[in-house]
């Protein structure tokens, strides 16, 4: 996107999308400011190779020189969808303990607050076991490492709930933060459609209220640092994990409002991870969400590319 002619008007909220980088880790944020954002999510590698990106000092530097220009905080960073900690008796096991200390390694350079990781699968082993080996791997991938100076907290996010799957529910995710409280600084990363799908009643008013009373009995919403942003392609309870549009698939545009304007939630960081599937998806999604925050009177531009189109809205019903 061209640079705005004048600063994007902003909500009282922190609100962002995941962001490409392209180019380098410090385009990210030059692309959050001109989508709107002053909040933002990046891989710091590859999601999918094993192969670690370097990342030169020059390049963390230029981040940091962007994020306090646009003041764009926090810093999320996503773990590699190759990480299973929980994996035990994986091959894979000691690949993944590596590749996530790099994540560490890259997030601490690159003065990120938030490193969020999928808690990992169990299979072949109970989940008990599975719970202990992701806290255990977590904890010697950071063996050394200086989270707290840093200012760098690992974020474990909830899953949709499949088998063998690690997160299904805001009780394994309170369990792995307890374990691990006492090895690395820890938060809670709360995923709309993961919640969704994994049988969660996020979308009506009664449903919504107990949900948040279930996150604030088991995580504690105080510990609930980023919050993503997903529509669900697919039913409540499905356990698939498709994201939709914001307001174009089965959790729908009241939800979110709710969330947002939720004093509960206000100290958090909202992360959109919707698909591109046409140019602009990513600008029209982060204009849905500053849209439904009170008080954000966005310009006529904004507004016209907030609405949903009316295909998607269809299909919905």
């Known amino acids: 996107m061209p640079a705005p002619t004048e600063p994007p008007k902003l ?3 922190r609100i962002g999308i995941h962001t490409s980088t392209s180019g380098g880790p410090e385009t990210a944020a030059e692309r959050a400011y001109r989508l709107g954002c002053n909040t933002f999510q990046i891989f710091s590698s590859s999601p999918r190779m094993w192969r670690p990106y370097t990342i030169a000092g020059s390049q963390c530097e230029a981040m940091s020189a962007l994020r306090s220009k646009y003041d764009l905080k926090p810093l999320v960073i996503h773990t590699s969808y190759l990480v299973n900690v929980a994996g035990a008796g994986s091959p894979f096991l000691e690949k993944s303990i590596a590749a996530f200390r790099g994540e560490l390694e890259r ?3 690159l003065c990120a607050e938030y490193l969020v990781l999928h808690p990992g699968s169990f299979r072949n082993v109970t989940r008990q076991v599975g719970l202990q080996c992701a806290a255990d791997s977590i904890g010697r991938a950071a063996d050394g490492l200086d989270l707290p100076q840093g200012g760098l907290k690992v974020t474990i996010e909830n899953t ?3 088998e063998y799957s690690l997160g299904g529910s805001f009780d394994q995710v309170a369990e792995l933060l307890d374990r691990l409280r006492s090895v690395v600084p820890v938060a809670a990363c709360i995923d709309t459609c993961h919640s969704h799908v994994s049988g969660y009643d996020v979308v009506s ?3 919504y209220e107990e949900t948040m009373r279930q996150l604030e ?7 609930v640092a980023v919050w993503h942003c997903n529509d669900a392609k697919a ?8 994201h939709q549009h914001i307001g174009q698939g089965t959790i729908g545009t009241a939800a979110f409002k709710r969330l947002l304007n939720d004093p509960r939630t206000a100290h ?3 992360i959109a991870e919707t698909p591109i599937d046409e140019p602009g998806d990513d600008l029209r999604n982060i204009n ?3 849209s439904l925050v009170d008080g954000f009177e966005a310009p006529p531009a904004l507004s016209k590319a907030a609405k949903p189109k009316v295909k998607a809205a269809k299909a919905r019903k």
């Open 268 to 270: 958090a960081a909202f």
């Open 107 to 109: 997030a601490i350079a």
């Open 217 to 223: 009995s088991t995580v504690g919403l105080k510990n």
């Open 11 to 13: 909500t009282s909220r």
């Open 205 to 207: 008013p009664e449903g």
């Open 160 to 162: 949709a709930g499949a």
């Open 288 to 290: 849905a969400l500053k």
């Open 235 to 242: 039913a409540r309870g499905s356990k698939l994990d498709r």
